[in-house]
């Protein structure tokens, strides 16, 4: 099993920045890739960005140029740099990880998912 945690949500501003962080514990050596996922009210749960164990990225059009994700694996934590934040950012947002030896999968394929982080950004 594996355990994620995030931690860096909370209020942004529009055009500000946010860091989300995402600890994982546990069978780390079953992990492929990791991503984050956001769910705004009323809306399905989408695909942020991913990388995998090697670092090929993938990037939602929504966020690409604003987003950034990356992975320490010696320290077992994934990384969501967001910047220029604007309102429809607001989500909360969900670490996920999952064993095939893919980038991107299905929500429901994913193996493991965090509680999720409350993101807010103001206009």
């Known amino acids: 099993q594996v355990q994620l945690v995030e931690s860096g949500g909370g209020l942004g501003e529009a055009g500000g920045s946010l860091r989300l962080s995402c600890a994982a514990s546990?069978?780390?050596?079953?992990?492929?890739?990791m991503g984050w996922y956001r769910q705004a009210p009323g809306k399905e749960r989408e695909l942020v960005a991913a990388?995998?164990?090697?670092?090929?990225?993938y990037y939602a059009d929504s966020v690409k140029g604003r987003f950034t994700i990356s992975r320490h694996n010696a320290k077992n934590t994934l990384y969501l740099q967001m910047n220029s934040l604007k309102p429809e950012d607001t989500a909360m947002y969900y670490c996920?990880?999952?064993?095939?030896?893919?980038?991107?999968?299905?929500?429901?394929?994913?193996?493991?998912w965090g509680q999720g982080t409350q993101v807010t950004v103001s206009s």
């Open positions: 996920a990880a999952h064993r095939e030896n893919l980038v991107v999968v299905t929500t429901a394929d994913e193996d493991y």
């Open positions: 546990g069978s780390i050596f079953s992990i492929n890739a």
């Open positions: 990388i995998s164990r090697g670092g090929t990225t």
